[in-house]
């Protein structure tokens, strides 16, 4: 009878010594790939909830496996242990003191395991919210890591001599090295180190866990572990060399990087709601004296942002869409509680400014300068955060659900230090890019350059243009008060209309939007702000903003300073009539007359409609489908890379032979055609001793030619030299000839060498310039 085994008593199943090395390779394999997280998170905070699923997955597969439990039991384990530990690590703020489950934190983990994934492709990076949003490196590490530790447990070891089995074991580590990356961001995290480490030990480990046949001697055993070894150097050389090497010239820059978060629509477009600035007469005369909201924390000066307009099309200014948007214009990103900064700012903080929603109902949400933390406090808004998107580029905040009375913030923001035109004499323009403004009339141009006069400097030429529309203007909102009727709109006839009568009448709308195209005729950056300016005494603590307090102005990008704001809108209301005697009317013969047809139909709508019509008009009956870009796209890229620059060299080059060829003296176009074999030679990879003189240079030309007929460079070399130095004259078919020998050369070189060289010689460029100027520096230039 045998005694058995501790193993056998209790009903344990060990790993094998070689089933350990399993898993500690897979398992560092699998910590490679969970790196690639680093760029969306913006720091390492994501490791602890990522190294713990990593460290719980591996835990669960091996006890379930130690104790031999079934699929089901071992599901059951896993789970429990997952939404057990999940807790603590990855939403630790919602655990009970940090460490024990709670109902929330078990729904956060519940939602971040399948909502999580979505959520962080088009959150704003760095990812700080939502809570929840830790548990997709936690649930990434800790599904791979109990699949693949299993696979070594239960599987690997039962057939150790079948190679492909361990190749499936790799899928899972692969999935999550590629998984981060693609939910990653355009600048990867040390991608050809992490690259290059990943495929050296993956493929080391598939040549060493290769076992032989049983029967191997112990000679040859020893023979097949030098081998081996032998193998696995060359592997990590090959390993280092090639994929260091395909990274440095294969790799795509960043900005083409294929990531998935630069693939997603964003789910808000600012084009589907109409232009803010398009509605201003409607606070300006049909809620004028209503509460839209109120607001806690205002300091004197401050005026509340509601959106950013950049884009002009010819009859509006509108915040810049998606498709438009440029590197200035910013996009709106789903966003937590903390807000990307602008960078781009003479900042000056404000903290805990409470805005209550009183009368307002849209999407555009009042805030102050550019807000870096935003909390809801109260109302239907506090349900609807995860609807909150973010403009860091212009201040602009979007609640794609709407506002309603009774819902209430809180936001910590920067502002932009007031600075006045003596202040920025000498302060150039910013180079920020915006999108073009569209349709724009002449008379803006043509009254930019007169109201600047002689200024010289861009502060000095706004200030002039500034004070020019608010000393000579006149305000008028077009209420059934004002002395004269305005007109609204922003668009190119409206402008032209303010512009070209005889007095400028109008309002923030008009002006704003004169003055912003003005800057913009200069090239200087400049857009429109539309928001509320309430009048602040300093010792109110709330604040009620009406209708009446809506304004725009406009801002300008200085250098190193930021967006300074300009306000072009007179404060004259009382407008002088126009003396200029009417002329007598006199009888005439009645006539019938046709029908006026002085407006076109377009004059009749909004300019919301003429947005919308534009949009239809511009549809096209057949568009491809989006595969066809994305196949086109995929064949064109590497085709650019490689094609590019070898059409570049081969220009060139070209240019260079022409000129050698071409020269006005035939001796020197004899020299020119040495010169172009050498060149080509070197190209081709040969050893040049460029310090040397012709003849030697033939000789060791000719000890690496790979052809088996002689090339005779060494008679060539001799008679470049008589036509260079003899002093005798050269005839032109002299010259001809050696080019002729100098190409046929060439030619039977490149037959010899291997496509390799032939292929990387059209991306080099080589110049016998040097070795001329050291012939010609050592007195044997032909006198």
Same mark, same amino acid.
């Given at each position: 009878?045998?005694?058995?085994?501790?193993?056998?008593?209790?009903?344990?199943?060990?790993?094998?010594p070689r089933t350990w090395f399993d898993i500690a390779v897979l398992v560092v394999l699998m910590a490679l790939g969970l790196m690639g997280f680093e760029p969306s998170f913006g720091s390492y905070n994501f490791l602890l909830p990522a190294i713990g699923g990593l460290v719980l997955g591996a835990a669960t597969a091996i006890g379930t496996s130690l104790f031999r439990l079934g699929l089901i039991p071992t599901t059951l384990v896993a789970l429990a242990a997952y939404f057990l530990i999940a807790s603590p690590l990855a939403v630790p703020q919602q655990a009970i003191i940090g460490v024990l489950p709670s109902l929330q934190s078990l729904g956060s983990v519940a939602v971040g395991s399948v909502y999580g994934w979505a959520d962080i492709l088009t959150l704003a990076t760095p990812v700080g919210a939502p809570q929840y949003i830790a548990v997709v490196?936690?649930?990434?590490?800790?599904?791979?890591?109990?699949?693949?530790?299993?696979?070594?447990?239960?599987?690997?070891?039962?057939?150790?001599?079948?190679?492909?089995?361990?190749?499936?074991?790799?899928?899972?580590?692969?999935?999550?090295?590629?998984?981060?990356?693609?939910?990653?961001?355009?600048?990867?995290?040390?991608?050809?180190?992490?690259?290059?480490?990943?495929?050296?030990?993956?493929?080391?480990?598939?040549?060493?866990?290769?076992?032989?046949?049983?029967?191997?001697?112990?000679?040859?055993?020893?023979?097949?572990?030098?081998?081996?070894?032998?193998?696995?150097?060359?592997?990590?050389?090959?390993?280092?060399?090639?994929?260091?090497?395909?990274?440095?010239?294969?790799?795509?820059?960043?900005?083409?990087?294929?990531?998935?978060?630069?693939?997603?629509?964003?789910?808000?477009?600012?084009?589907?709601?109409?232009?803010?600035?398009?509605?201003?007469?409607?606070?300006?005369?049909?809620?004028?004296?209503?509460?839209?909201?109120?607001?806690?924390?205002?300091?004197?000066?401050? /005026?509340?942002?509601?959106?950013?307009?950049?884009?002009?099309?010819?009859?509006?200014?509108?915040?810049?869409?998606?498709?438009?948007?440029?590197?200035?214009?910013?996009?709106?990103?789903?966003?937590?509680?903390?807000?990307?900064?602008?960078?781009?700012?003479?900042?000056?903080?404000?903290?805990?400014?409470?805005?209550?929603?009183?009368?307002?109902?849209?999407?555009?949400?009042?805030?102050?300068?550019?807000?870096?933390?935003?909390?809801?406090?109260?109302?239907?808004?506090?349900?609807?955060?995860?609807?909150?998107?973010?403009?860091?580029?212009?201040?602009?905040?979007?609640?794609?659900?709407?506002?309603?009375?009774?819902?209430?913030?809180?936001?910590?923001?920067?502002?932009?230090?007031?600075?006045?035109?003596?202040?920025?004499?000498?302060?150039?323009?910013?180079?920020?890019?915006?999108?073009?403004?569209?349709?724009?009339?002449?008379?803006?141009?043509?009254?930019?350059?007169?109201?600047?006069?002689?200024?010289?400097?861009?502060?000095?030429?706004?200030?002039?243009? /500034?004070?020019?529309?608010?000393?000579?203007?006149?305000?008028?909102?077009?209420?059934?008060?004002?002395?004269?009727?305005?007109?609204?709109?922003?668009?190119?006839?409206?402008?032209?209309?303010?512009?070209?009568?005889?007095?400028?009448?109008?309002?923030?709308?008009?002006?704003?939007?004169?003055?912003?195209?003005?800057?913009?005729?200069?090239?200087?950056?400049?857009?429109?702000?539309?928001?509320?300016?309430?009048?602040?005494?300093?010792?109110?603590?709330?604040?009620?903003?009406?209708?009446?307090?809506?304004?725009?102005?406009?801002?300008?990008?200085?250098?190193?300073?930021?967006?300074?704001?300009?306000?072009?809108?007179?404060?004259?209301?009382?407008?002088?009539?126009?003396?200029?005697?009417?002329?007598?009317?006199?009888?005439?013969?009645?006539?019938?007359?046709?029908?006026?047809?002085?407006?076109?139909?377009?004059?009749?709508?909004?300019?919301?409609?003429?947005?919308?019509?534009?949009?239809?008009?511009?549809?096209?009956?057949?568009?491809?489908?989006?595969?066809?870009?994305?196949?086109?796209?995929?064949?064109?890229?590497?085709?650019?890379?490689?094609?590019?620059?070898?059409?570049?060299?081969?220009?060139?080059?070209?240019?260079?032979?022409? /000129?050698?060829?071409?020269?006005?003296?035939?001796?020197?176009?004899?020299?020119?055609?040495?010169?172009?074999?050498?060149?080509?030679?070197?190209?081709?990879?040969?050893?040049?001793?460029?310090?040397?003189?012709?003849?030697?240079?033939?000789?060791?030309?000719?000890?690496?030619?790979?052809?088996?007929?002689?090339?005779?460079?060494?008679?060539?070399?001799?008679?470049?030299?008589?036509?260079?130095?003899?002093?005798?004259?050269?005839?032109?078919?002299?010259?001809?000839?050696?080019?002729?020998?100098?190409?046929?050369?060439?030619?039977?070189?490149?037959?010899?060498?291997?496509?390799?060289?032939?292929?990387?010689?059209?991306?080099?460029?080589?110049?016998?310039?040097?070795?001329?100027?050291?012939?010609?520096?050592?007195?044997?230039?032909?006198?």
């Amino acid at each position: 009878m045998t005694t058995p085994t501790p193993n056998d008593s209790k009903g344990l199943r060990m790993p094998s010594p070689r089933t350990w090395f399993d898993i500690a390779v897979l398992v560092v394999l699998m910590a490679l790939g969970l790196m690639g997280f680093e760029p969306s998170f913006g720091s390492y905070n994501f490791l602890l909830p990522a190294i713990g699923g990593l460290v719980l997955g591996a835990a669960t597969a091996i006890g379930t496996s130690l104790f031999r439990l079934g699929l089901i039991p071992t599901t059951l384990v896993a789970l429990a242990a997952y939404f057990l530990i999940a807790s603590p690590l990855a939403v630790p703020q919602q655990a009970i003191i940090g460490v024990l489950p709670s109902l929330q934190s078990l729904g956060s983990v519940a939602v971040g395991s399948v909502y999580g994934w979505a959520d962080i492709l088009t959150l704003a990076t760095p990812v700080g919210a939502p809570q929840y949003i830790a548990v997709v490196p936690y649930a990434a590490t800790w599904i791979v890591s109990i699949v693949s530790v299993t696979l070594a447990c239960r599987w690997l070891s039962t057939r150790p001599r079948a190679p492909w089995r361990f190749a499936v074991a790799l899928i899972g580590p692969l999935a999550l090295y590629l998984a981060s990356i693609l939910i990653g961001t355009e600048q990867p995290f040390q991608a050809g180190a992490r690259g290059v480490v990943f495929a050296a030990l993956a493929l080391i480990w598939l040549g060493w866990r290769r076992e032989g046949s049983a029967s191997v001697a112990a000679e040859g055993a020893a023979r097949l572990r030098k081998r081996k070894l032998a193998g696995t150097a060359i592997v990590v050389g090959a390993a280092i060399l090639l994929g260091g090497g395909a990274g440095f010239w294969i790799a795509p820059p960043n900005d083409q990087r294929f990531v998935l978060r630069e693939e997603i629509e964003p789910p808000f477009d600012p084009l589907e709601y109409p232009s803010p600035l398009s509605g201003y007469r409607h606070y300006t005369k049909q809620v004028t004296d209503d509460v839209m909201f109120t607001v806690e924390g205002l300091q004197q000066g401050d /005026r509340i942002r509601l959106a950013t307009m950049d884009s002009f099309t010819g009859k509006l200014w509108n915040v810049t869409g998606p498709d438009t948007a440029a590197d200035g214009s910013g996009a709106f990103q789903l966003v937590g509680r903390t807000l990307p900064q602008q960078r781009f700012v003479t900042p000056d903080a404000r903290n805990d400014v409470v805005f209550t929603i009183a009368g307002y109902d849209d999407v555009w949400m009042p805030s102050l300068g550019y807000a870096e933390d935003l909390e809801f406090l109260g109302g239907d808004a506090v349900e609807e955060r995860d609807n909150l998107r973010y403009n860091a580029a212009t201040g602009t905040a979007v609640l794609t659900s709407g506002l309603d009375a009774g819902d209430s913030y809180r936001i910590d923001a920067t502002v932009q230090q007031p600075l006045s035109a003596e202040e920025l004499r000498d302060v150039g323009a910013a180079s920020v890019e915006l999108p073009p403004v569209l349709g724009v009339p002449d008379v803006v141009t043509t009254k930019a350059q007169e109201f600047a006069a002689s200024a010289a400097t861009p502060a000095q030429q706004l200030e002039a243009i /500034r004070s020019a529309l608010a000393l000579q203007g006149f305000l008028s909102h077009g209420r059934a008060s004002d002395t004269v009727p305005s007109r609204a709109g922003h668009g190119a006839d409206r402008i032209t209309d303010l512009l070209e009568r005889n007095q400028m009448v109008g309002d923030e709308e008009q002006y704003a939007s004169a003055f912003a195209l003005m800057a913009r005729s200069f090239g200087y950056p400049a857009r429109v702000v539309m928001g509320f300016a309430p009048e602040i005494t300093g010792d109110e603590e709330l604040v009620e903003v009406t209708g009446d307090d809506v304004t725009a102005w406009v801002e300008v990008a200085f250098d190193g300073v930021g967006w300074v704001s300009f306000d072009p809108t007179p404060e004259e209301t009382d407008i002088p009539q126009d003396q200029t005697p009417k002329p007598r009317s006199e009888p005439q013969p009645q006539v019938r007359q046709p029908p006026r047809m002085d407006n076109d139909d377009e004059d009749l709508l909004s300019p919301v409609e003429l947005e919308e019509n534009d949009e239809e008009d511009d549809e096209l009956p057949f568009e491809l489908p989006g595969w066809v870009y994305v196949l086109a796209v995929s064949l064109l890229v590497p085709a650019l890379i490689v094609f590019v620059p070898m059409l570049i060299v081969a220009l060139i080059k070209a240019r260079r032979m022409r /000129r050698r060829r071409s020269a006005a003296a035939p001796h020197d176009a004899v020299a020119g055609a040495w010169d172009e074999m050498i060149d080509r030679f070197s190209e081709l990879g040969f050893s040049v001793p460029r310090a040397s003189t012709r003849l030697r240079m033939a000789e060791a030309l000719e000890r690496q030619a790979p052809t088996e007929e002689p090339l005779k460079l060494r008679q060539l070399a001799v008679a470049t030299d008589a036509a260079v130095f003899s002093g005798d004259e050269v005839e032109p078919e002299r010259s001809e000839r050696s080019w002729s020998e100098a190409e046929a050369a060439v030619a039977a070189v490149r037959a010899g060498v291997s496509r390799m060289r032939r292929f990387l010689s059209r991306y080099r460029v080589r110049s016998a310039r040097d070795w001329a100027k050291k012939m010609a520096d050592g007195g044997t230039e032909r006198r």
